[in-house]
């Protein structure tokens, strides 16, 4: 829509919305000032009365301020079948909404085949997949376990898992820890080194980190994320001060709680070799500050938004445990030489619980040097950080962006100002190849389908 | 001066310079466009003269390129008097140009005794003072040997310190090993906690290193600055990702060269603990910068600011090794709780080389969190170092700033520039208590007095 107003010599147009009205004035050589506008999303009826309801707004008061109030603390390493007493023979958890071995996708499957090679429930592939394609194999969200994992996010029971401890309202979280980059588990690849270096972290890394972080009383993983934010991280896709800030905390500790030195050369060479190494204890700290919103009655706050190659789910603080799913989407970045969009896999990982939790894309501001790795320039960084407080309840004071003087990051998306302002959350991630094995291929940006907002919209209403 | 023009009915009036008489022209309810101009400083038939003198353009091209090749890498950590020869007993190093005991400032004064109960030339204050007042101690700049040092700059020939190589143009540059905060030589403690630190630091800290440093094969200082400067710290003021990246890069090799992992631990733990333990190698790799610059004849570009604590010197590429004197200012920042301005003593130490080579102050567009250490808004760091580019004759490009779309920070202070557009570089420091062992007081910036600049100026016009 637009408006001509002529009352003046010049004639001077504000358009409204669609792009093509304004082009095709400024063609005829008027000056048009341009307002982004886009019609809701979902249903009106709908979408009007939670608008109209002082029960969400009240709500949504409470899940953010217990979201803010969460502090989340590294306090062990431990398998994930200790601290996860469901997870054992057979089972296996995956990032994502819910999804049948059958549907899952390139990398995710072979993530499975890996994992249970690695567990010693198969001798290789044929026997891996048999055992799936036999039903033997119970699949489940890490989300349904308070856990969290990159790309396949495949965690199995003997995996060591970063244990995170919100000390303000008592729930743990867990993930699992970072392999690095080049063929690994979570892209899909079983190869014997990918195995092998398995193995290693379940018998050196994990118990090393365990009785390191156990000696030091924990590690306040929401200080190092909040120097993080001041440093060009944004936690998700660049992690490159907290690792190495992770590594100064812990390194006196493990050298002083190490089994030898060559062993404790050898973890620390590991995590040093890793920038992304602390995306995974970032990712459990963002499960921590989510979950403490979760389950607040009429809150329109998302709490878990969560992609398995195939479906992006999101729930919602005031819908429990419901899941509300549409297709993941094709990633916008940069690919590394060698490979373009038709070696993408869809959007896939539980790590956009950065996000969820108001960092990764929603931090950018603060990492302008991200953009050498996912494209774009560091004013899109900025824009990025701007255009999610409109689509957030509150802003996060313990994580506040220099670039921004100091302004905390947008947190809690509601989702009546997603189908509102017909604007969803951005997120930043990697791009997995399709097949799996591979690895990462780029990195970009990605949105959530808009159909999760519009279906939990039309839930929240009922 | 101002323009007033009044050829369409409302009064436009443009004013140049002097703030006052914009402020007149508002007070009557005028809109005035205020233009930033200053008359130019110093000797104009000798700023003429330089400007239009090709010899120097040419000149000041070839000694920045020979700053932007530099590539500084730590090799060593030895002590003093192994690489510095002529450091032998009863000659000490100190900050800034040449000074004689009697003018010294009290935390010079206070170091001095210090490092001569350290180094057992004396075994309390008084018989140092005595030494000192009987003219048996040699004071020479850490300058004149290449060497740097934060504050009271104070080096004996016991002290470890990193050995810096420049390996493009061979030179070797030398730093002391920070000692921390609090009380330490510096600032001019000598209590004893001061002198057992100093010796563990001699017996254990550097030795460590300077095993670790050497199976690593170095360390690049130089990369870990440019990663630095795009993790929010600007290298001489915040110094908290380039220590983090260094602990990450020798925290193995400490390891496996240890002589035990108690005494590992310990020098670890002692790094961690030390925000701007990176700051005396970067000081060192900034000097080998500003170094490979120096002695190309008519060039007008600084190579060394530093300062005593009485006297603000300066030397010229063009202009050898003569220094240019003027008084240290005071600073302008903000004091730790229950200090204040009259605690505070003039600028001192030899970490203006950070300014002199590109980062610091210059760099502060990359450092915003900086500010509340040293006052002012994230949008004064952008402008200190987008003023810089107007008295540089370039900008390094492995130095690239994000928030300024990964331009390079302005390197090559060109003296005409300064007098031309009467602009002095900006530095942000410590301010070190006037007592000697009280220690840092606050942080702020500062500005070296513009007399040494015209100084300089008229001897290149010579």
Redesign the interface.
């Known amino acids: 829509m637009n408006t001509i107003s002529n009352t003046s010599a010049a004639l001077s147009v504000v358009n409204i919305g669609a792009d093509l009205f304004a082009d095709a004035i400024e063609a005829q050589g008027f000056a048009v000032t341009h307002v982004a506008w886009r019609p809701p999303a979902g249903d009106q009826h709908a979408l009007m009365t939670l608008l109209a309801d002082p029960r969400v707004n009240e709500a949504n008061k409470i899940a953010v301020e217990r979201m803010l109030s969460a502090h989340p603390v590294i306090v062990d390493v431990r398998p994930a079948h200790e601290v996860i007493s469901a997870l054992q023979k057979h089972k296996l958890l995956h990032a994502g909404p819910p999804i049948e071995w059958e549907r899952m996708c390139g990398p995710m499957r072979g993530a499975v085949v890996g994992a249970c090679i690695y567990e010693e429930w198969a001798k290789d592939e044929p026997e891996a997949v048999a055992l799936a394609d036999s039903g033997t194999l119970d699949f489940e969200p890490c989300h349904h376990y308070n856990a969290v994992g990159p790309m396949a996010g495949i965690t199995s029971p003997s995996m060591p898992v970063f244990v995170v401890e919100d000390k303000t309202q008592g729930n743990q979280t867990f993930s699992t820890l970072n392999e690095g980059l080049g063929k690994v588990l979570r892209y899909g690849a079983f190869a014997p080194e990918v195995l092998e270096r398995l193995s290693w972290m379940q018998e050196v890394l994990g118990p090393a980190l365990g009785r390191a972080i156990r000696r030091l009383g924990g590690v306040d993983v929401r200080a190092i994320m909040s120097?993080a934010l001041?440093?060009?991280?944004e936690c998700h896709n660049r992690n490159?001060?907290a690792?190495?800030?992770f590594?100064?905390?812990v390194?006196?500790?493990l050298?002083?709680t190490?089994r030898s030195?060559?062993e404790?050369?050898?973890v620390?060479?590991f995590?040093?070799g890793n920038d992304h190494f602390h995306l995974n204890p970032s990712m459990a700290a963002a499960k921590a500050i989510t979950l403490a919103g979760a389950n607040v009655p009429h809150s329109s706050v998302v709490v878990t938004m969560a992609r398995n190659g195939v479906d992006f789910g999101i729930r919602v603080s005031g819908l429990g445990d419901r899941w509300f799913v549409g297709p993941a989407q094709y990633i916008q970045g940069l690919y590394f030489a060698g490979f373009g969009q038709e070696d993408a896999n869809p959007d896939i990982g539980d790590s956009a619980i950065a996000e969820t939790s108001g960092v990764g894309a929603f931090a950018m501001a603060g990492a302008?040097?991200i953009?050498?790795f996912i494209g774009g320039?560091?004013?899109d960084a900025l824009r990025y950080t701007r255009e999610m407080y409109d689509i957030t309840v509150s802003s996060n004071p313990l994580f506040g962006l220099?670039?921004l003087?100091?302004q905390g990051v947008p947190t809690g998306i509601d989702i009546r100002q997603v189908c509102r302002l017909n604007m969803l959350p951005v997120i930043n991630t990697g791009i997995a190849h399709r097949l799996p094995g591979v690895g990462q291929v780029g990195a970009g940006i990605v949105y959530p389908p808009m159909e999760c907002f519009e279906k939990a919209l039309s839930a929240l209403a009922m």
């Not at 001041?230 to 991280?233: F, I, L, V």
Request: net charge negative.
């Open positions: 120097q001041q440093m060009g991280d490159k001060a690792t190495s800030l590594v100064r905390q390194g006196a500790d050298v002083e190490g030195s060559e404790t050369a050898a620390l060479r995590i040093a302008p040097a953009v050498q320039s560091p004013a220099p670039s003087d100091f």
